[in-house]
Structures are given as structure tokens and as C-alpha cells.
């Protein structure tokens, strides 16, 4: 590895030998949440050697098997049935008769599908196939088999729950309450939400505001399909909607229109337009609202509104007042309570929460700060029992009611360890077992969906017993999620792992970092998988950005830097310690703006710290950041940070006092 001026160091023979037996002690209890080098135990017995021809065999079926995925992937039935017929009795059988299948699903027969079902009942490629079966019959119009094959039970992706409501309605049964709840998010609407949404209003079950509201639903999400296809139902123009979600200059340019749905239109083109121009959209607003109705133009107004709310412009408190209490969407009845918070109107967030749809208003964001509100107002048992709903220290708002509810966030007593018959029932679960073999095929997605399957239903010993198999085989994402999973056996060894402490340890301390920062960030960013890439690609255990990597490579010597060395661990946790240490220095030390700067990049903290007029509660500026991913990142990083705290301080903490206050002041910027 190269050296660098800011370099990880090494851990001292003495520390070595102290990690070799490290256990912390909490009271008289003994914290089981220790680094990963520290935690000893024989590993899960291997299978037999395969002697060099029987691996070669081996080799050649994964190869087989990998080529029959991508031909069930390019929809290719001849090859895929050539391909799986090579494969009597590989391991993945269930997935070979999937991956067979597949690709000419829509030409088999209802019995070819059962036969499958039944011979791989139970199993996660069962369950798949049975979902593109019923999302098959679905397209085919097939109500009697759709019905028959989804049961009593109902459930399953959106667009299964939609041909399910389409099949009651094509009867004659009354959907639309159903519906109206279901239809949330056009963006993943598909066939089956358009052909249910085409049906009601057909039907006379949806009358001309669901289909308003679902053409105003499209144009905030920026779904065009949906909002042309609403539009055409309303008996408007299409291609005008279409211009609307797409090139709103030019579909406010036509004029407000004479009916609702043209009216209807206009409005989605204002509040695109506010996207890229707030104060376009509010003059050409004022300008046409003689020719709206009252309540279009609190619509229009509050298109606006959430524009400038996601901008945190300052007039954005002054454009919710102009919604005149039109009926909001739920991304604006989120932005509307973020904005009140800023502000510090209580009364305002208490009404907008309270006029959230169950399903959000029991989110645990809005649960707190309802709480906060209610406590603001000295209705202090109504926000203890809001508090009490949610307090738990494995996240951001569950450890914040703690806190309220006068506790702190500490280790728990340590569990039973995992016995070995109980690791050796997990070794032997076939989901398990099919989701290890993928992952030695490096098809993580499918490894973790077989993963996910086998953990339904198991108590909070066999969770335990398959985190620890995760942690034998060195899958630590697959144990921390595992582990999340208990409510009473709290494993912190699983939940807040420290591996590679002996490099990370020496950096932080090099560097003054806090260390259990640079862990909440770590287990935020990859979850402990060394290898990750990102979708921008963002690479190893600290997702660092090739670019980012090439800059503080250069700021502390690393002269001959390339971007392979990202795939080094050791490279990898000193150039993005070194970033954190350098976003930490250019935002104060303050935790919140620096993990804000690491996900989204300095420019953009420096924007949202930059509209700041007076000192902002740490927990607010958090919920208020303009980036849904941003927010829960940080939300995460901080929650995980006082956990890992906790762990390495061995002594209660606050993430209130973590948080502290987002200050206005910012030095000189240094960061790009």
C-alpha cells in the first residue's frame, strides 16, 4: 500500500492481544457488541473436499446455471430449456425449473405452472413464479384462475393487489374506497393500477375528483404516463398533460383552459414549473387566478409551496398560508410540517400531522413530532404516550422519545451465545443453504431475497443462530439485518459489528476522528460489504466516489494513486477517513453536516446550512433536509454512531447531544 501523510497506522502488538479477548462490561453486565476480530469461535464445519474432477463438474454446472439465468433474462425459452435440461440435480433445482419457465410463461399452461408450484412448495423461487404467474393471469384477464391462485389471503406487490381489485370490479363488487388507498404511487402504477383506474372511472365507481386527484398525484411525482392516461379518462387532452409533467413552459403558454380537467392541467404545469422557477410559477399563477376557482388556486398554491418547501426558500411559510386548506398530498403534508418546524409553529405542526392518513401519521418521524408538539402545549401524558409508542434505540426517532422519556441510550444485557445445535439447525435450513450458494455465485439480489424468505417466521433464537451463520460466512450484512429483526434478544455483536477494527481503530485516533462516527457510517454506507458498488459507482467499504478518491488522495500524498486501490481495505478506509475528517473540518465539527456532505457532497450542505438565519435543534435541520435519501442517511449514520458510542465508551449516551444545533456560521470553504 502506498503511504500517505494522513496514513492508518498499525495496532500495537499490547492492543492486538487485548482484541484477541475483548469483552466490554456494562454494570455487571457483559456487552456482547464487540469488534469482529475480537470475537472467537470455531467455524462452521466445511463440506468435504471435492476431489479436482468432481470440482471441475462443479464449476461447469454453476457456468450453466449462470447462463441459464441470462437466458431466462433475454426471454430466450429455447436455450433456457437446453441449458436447464443440463441440470438434473443441481442445488438451485428449484430455480433451474423457475429460470425454465419463465421465459415462456405467457404461452403455459395453467397445469405446467401448478406442477412447478407444487413441486417446490414453500420455496422463495416458488413464490416468485407464483407472483409472475398471477401478474400473467392479470394481463390475460384470467379473473377465475388470478382468483383461485391468490386465496383468501390477497396481498402481494402493487400491481397483484391492482388486477385483484380489477377482478372484484369487473363483477360488479364496490372497490373504490379499496382503491383510493391503494392508488398512492403512480410512478409504479404499470398496466394493472391503469387498466383498475380505467375500470372505476369507467364503471362509474370513481367519479371526476379521484380522477382529478390522480391526474394532480402523477404530475407531483413526474409521471407522465399516468398523468396523460387520467387525463384522456377525464376527456382532455392527453398530449396537454403530457406537456405539462414534460415541458411546462409550454403547456402554461396555452392558457388556464374553460373545463376542470383543462384547468386540472394547468395546475400540474405550475407546479412543475415551480421545480425550476418559483417565481415564474407564482407570477403566471397570480396572474391567471381570476380565471380559477378557490379551491384551484390553493392547488396551485400549493404546488408552489412544496416547490419552495424542498428549496427551504424563505417565502415557502408564506405560500402554505395562500393553500387556504385545500386537501394536500402526502408529500406536501410532509413538507408543509417540515416547514412549520423550521419555523417553530407548533400549532401548525400539530394540525398538518393530524391531518396526515393513518398509514403516515403512524410513521415514527410524525409519531415524535407529534409528541414534541403535544409537549410543547403541556399536554405532557399525551406525549408520553406517543413517546412510549415508539421508543426503542435501534433508530433515529425511537432513540429521540427515549431521551424524552428521560433514558438513554445504553448496551443491553448480552444474550445467550448461539449453541451449536442451534447454529447446526440453521446450517441445515434449505432457504439458508440456496442463499449461500448464491452468494457464491455473487448474485447478492437473489441471495438476499432467499435469505429474507427463510428468516419468516423464526423465533428470536433461530434469528440469532442465522446471524451468526451470516457472520461465519462472512456476510455481516446479512447478520446485522438478521438481527434487526428481534424484539427482546438484543445481540449487539450482530446488530453493531466493528470489524477491521485494527486498521480503522489507528486511523480514526490518527486522524481525531470519532471512531463510532466512521462505524454508523460504515454500517450506513455498505453495511461491512467490502466489495460494494454503488449505482454511481461509489466503491468498497466506505462507498468512496473514484473522483473523491483521486482528490484526498492528492491532498495527503498519495501520489501514485489509481483507482483500483479503492478494492484495498486498508487504501479504502484511509482515503475515506481522511474525506470525513476533511468534510468534518469544513462544516465545524459538526457530525450532521459532515454525514450530509458525505452522501449528497459539500456544495449542497453548505446550501442547506447556508439558509439558516438563527441556530436550528439538530433534530430538526435533520428532518427537514431536501433529499429524501440524504435525510434517512443521516438519520441512520446519527442513530448508529450513538449505538456504536454506547458499545465503545461503555456508558450510556445521547443522541440529542450529538445532534446538538446546526449553527448558521461557516468558515471559508475548502471542499469542492
Not at 278 to 289: H, P, R, T, W
Amino acid at each position: 500500500m502506498v503511504q500517505s501523510k494522513l496514513t492508518t497506522g498499525s495496532v500495537p502488538g499490547a492492543l492486538a492481544l487485548v482484541l484477541a479477548s475483548w469483552t466490554f462490561t456494562v454494570g455487571n453486565a457483559q456487552a456482547q457488541a464487540l469488534p469482529d476480530a475480537a470475537r472467537t469461535s470455531a467455524p462452521v464445519p466445511a463440506a468435504p473436499a471435492v476431489p479436482g474432477a468432481a470440482a471441475q463438474d462443479v464449476q461447469a454446472d454453476d457456468d450453466t446455471f449462470l447462463l441459464l439465468r441470462e437466458a431466462a433474462r433475454q426471454n430466450d425459452a429455447a436455450r433456457a430449456n437446453v441449458l436447464a435440461a443440463r441440470l438434473p440435480n443441481y442445488p438451485l433445482a428449484s430455480y433451474v425449473d423457475y429460470y425454465r419457465l419463465k421465459p415462456r410463461l405467457r404461452d403455459a399452461t395453467a397445469e405446467e405452472v401448478r406442477e412447478v408450484l407444487r413441486r417446490h412448495d414453500g420455496s422463495a423461487a416458488a413464490e416468485r413464479l407464483r407472483s409472475d404467474w398471477l401478474l400473467e393471469m392479470g394481463r390475460r384477464r384470467d379473473w377465475a384462475g388470478f382468483e383461485r391462485e391468490l386465496g383468501p389471503q390477497g396481498g402481494g406487490e402493487l400491481q397483484v393487489r391492482c388486477y385483484a381489485l380489477l377482478a372484484r370490479a369487473s363483477r360488479g363488487e364496490q372497490v373504490a374506497t379499496e382503491a383510493r388507498a391503494l392508488l398512492l404511487n403512480p410512478d409504479n402504477y404499470g398496466e394493472a393500477c391503469a387498466a383498475l383506474i380505467a375500470q372505476l372511472s369507467q364503471g362509474g365507481q370513481f367519479t371526476q375528483d379521484d380522477l382529478l386527484w390522480q391526474l394532480r398525484i402523477a404530475g407531483e411525482a413526474n409521471a407522465t404516463g399516468p398523468a396523460r392516461r387520467a387525463a384522456a379518462l377525464l376527456g382532455a387532452s392527453d398530449a396537454r398533460a403530457g406537456q405539462a409533467v414534460d415541458v411546462p413552459a409550454v403547456a402554461m403558454a396555452r392558457g388556464v383552459g374553460d373545463t376542470r380537467a383543462e384547468r386540472a392541467i394547468y395546475l400540474v404545469a405550475i407546479g412543475r414549473m415551480a421545480r425550476t422557477s418559483i417565481k415564474l410559477a407564482a407570477v403566471a399563477l397570480e396572474k391567471n387566478s381570476p380565471n380559477l376557482g378557490r379551491e384551484e388556486r390553493a392547488i396551485g398554491w400549493a404546488g408552489i409551496a412544496h416547490a419552495a418547501s424542498i428549496v427551504l426558500a424563505p417565502e415557502a411559510p408564506l405560500y402554505w398560508q395562500r393553500t387556504d386548506g385545500v386537501a394536500l398530498t402526502s408529500e406536501q403534508q410532509q413538507w408543509k410540517t417540515r416547514i412549520a418546524l423550521r419555523s417553530g409553529d407548533w400549532k401548525t405542526v400539530r394540525a398538518t400531522i393530524e391531518a396526515m392518513p393513518a398509514w403516515l401519521r403512524a410513521d415514527g418521524s410524525w409519531t415524535y413530532w407529534l409528541g414534541r408538539a403535544d409537549k410543547h402545549e403541556g399536554k405532557m401524558l399525551e406525549a408520553t404516550a406517543l413517546f412510549e409508542r415508539i421508543a426503542v434505540p435501534h433508530h433515529f426517532y425511537g432513540q429521540l422519545a427515549m431521551e424524552e422519556l428521560g433514558r438513554t441510550i445504553s448496551v443491553p444485557p448480552p444474550v445467550l451465545p448461539v449453541s451449536a445445535n442451534e447454529l447446526a439447525q440453521a446450517g441445515a435450513n434449505p432457504s439458508l443453504q440456496r442463499a449461500l450458494k448464491f452468494y457464491a455465485l455473487r448474485l447478492r439480489a437473489e441471495g438476499n431475497r432467499e435469505w429474507n424468505w427463510a428468516l419468516r417466521g423464526m423465533s428470536e433464537r433461530q434469528l440469532l443462530a442465522a446471524g451468526e451463520l451470516a457472520r461465519r460466512n462472512d456476510l455481516l450484512d446479512r447478520m446485522v439485518e438478521t438481527s434487526l429483526r428481534t424484539r427482546t434478544e438484543l445481540d449487539y455483536g450482530q446488530r453493531f459489528p466493528a470489524p477491521h477494527f485494527e486498521v480503522l481503530q489507528p486511523t480514526a485516533q490518527g486522524l481525531g476522528l470519532d471512531q463510532a462516527w466512521v462505524y454508523g457510517l460504515i454500517r450506513q454506507e455498505s453495511r461491512f460489504i467490502t466489495d460494494a458498488r454503488s449505482g454511481v459507482g461509489a466503491s468498497g467499504l466506505m462507498q468512496v466516489m473514484p473522483a473523491t478518491a483521486k482528490w484526498v488522495a492528492g491532498k495527503i500524498g498519495m501520489d501514485n494513486f489509481v483507482q483500483s486501490m479503492l478494492n484495498d481495505l486498508r487504501t479504502n478506509i484511509t482515503l475515506g477517513a481522511n474525506y470525513m475528517n476533511m468534510v468534518l473540518g469544513n462544516f465545524d465539527g459538526n457530525q450532521i453536516l459532515a454525514t450530509a456532505a458525505y452522501n449528497a457532497g459539500p456544495s449542497r450542505a453548505r446550501n442547506w446550512r447556508g439558509v439558516l438565519e438563527q441556530p436550528m435543534e439538530g433534530a430538526i435541520f435533520v428532518e427537514s433536509i431536501p433529499f429524501s435519501e440524504t435525510r434517512g442517511y443521516v438519520r441512520n449514520v446519527m442513530a448508529n454512531a450513538t449505538n456504536y458510542a454506547a458499545v465503545f465508551e461503555q456508558k450510556p449516551q445521547s443522541l440529542k447531544a450529538r445532534l446538538g444545533y446546526v449553527q448558521p456560521r461557516e468558515r471559508t470553504a475548502i471542499l469542492p
